[in-house]
């Protein structure tokens, strides 16, 4: 399948964490500056890492509670009001949000009882996963895989810890998905599953204690399976969509410890000069 190129964009994305000694760019600028460069299919593709953002927003708006929304959602509060008017007139126009959100909007029109939490984000995420698996584009198909498999198995891990109902916690329909809710409704010692083949080292992490190491361990794996599915992408929307989000690790790293941050920032620019520099741009 075609996929356009974006060797410029792609050779200068680690000068655009450091022009010029300036502070790393947050994610709202840093988007600007993609939706500047790509080709609208290829930003929309962009647009879907940033909609768990606006399931949060969502759940916020059903609650009133708008003065907590995330900057990084695709829609702003004024945009979740005219859906929720649309949803009362007949003669709608075509929705500007997924429809797995329009859904959930709907089940919601004219009720006031207070939201079930749990229930609405299991829904919204079940929409995303099927709405990326039927994105056309391989590695957002592969990377949501993947990175559900992990949520799952901390969802079971949590759950039985805890005591709660994994069957509200694990989301999707993949294989993994099944398999860790029949060990959670048989109540048996769960056999650890061999496939995919990443799934023993996940295990494996979510056992251990100690919370930054853990979640720093998590991120790397994360990190390196990106890195093993654009390993022959030098200029595509697909490693622009893995190095977005490495990105997002980068931040959110800043944020929870800021030398594991500055070391993943670090590792993020080699990354991207080599690539450049093994390219022959910007020689």
């Known amino acids: 399948m075609f996929k356009r190129q974006y060797c410029y964009l792609v050779a200068g994305l680690a000068d655009l964490i450091f022009d010029s000694g300036k502070v790393i760019p947050d994610l709202v600028e840093f988007r600007e500056e993609l939706k500047e460069a790509l080709h609208p299919s290829d930003y929309y593709l962009v647009s879907i890492l940033f909609l768990p953002y606006d399931h949060d927003n969502m759940i916020a708006f059903f609650e009133g509670k708008t003065d907590k929304w995330n900057i990084h959602g695709n829609f702003s509060p004024d945009e979740f009001e005219e859906e929720k008017k649309l949803l009362l007139t007949i003669g709608r126009r075509k929705d500007a949000m997924p429809s797995y959100m329009v859904e959930q909007m709907a089940l919601r029109s004219g009720e006031e009882q207070s939201v079930d939490r749990v229930f609405t984000w299991q829904k919204l995420t ?158």
Not at 162 to 174: K, N, P
Not at 193 to 222: G, H, Q, S, W
Not at 255 to 275: A, N, W
């Open 126 to 283: 079940e929409g995303y996963i099927n709405l990326v698996m039927r994105s056309g584009n391989r590695f957002l198909e592969r990377w949501i895989s993947y990175d559900s498999d992990i949520r799952n198995i901390f969802a079971l891990l949590n759950a039985r810890e805890m005591g709660l109902d994994a069957a509200r916690y694990i989301v999707g329909g993949s294989n993994l998905a099944r398999e860790l809710l029949t060990a959670f409704s048989s109540g048996k010692e769960l056999a650890i599953p061999l496939e995919p083949d990443y799934v023993p080292v996940i295990f494996r992490i979510a056992t251990e204690n100690e919370f930054l190491e853990r979640e720093r361990k998590i991120d790397l794996e994360r990190w390196a399976y990106i890195d093993s599915i654009t390993l022959f992408e030098y200029f595509t929307i697909d490693l622009i969509l893995g190095y977005l989000i490495k990105y997002m690790m980068v931040l959110r790293w800043k944020q929870l410890d800021p030398v594991t941050g500055e070391s993943m920032l670090r590792k993020l620019i080699d990354q991207m000069e080599t690539r450049a520099m093994s390219a022959g741009i910007g020689d």
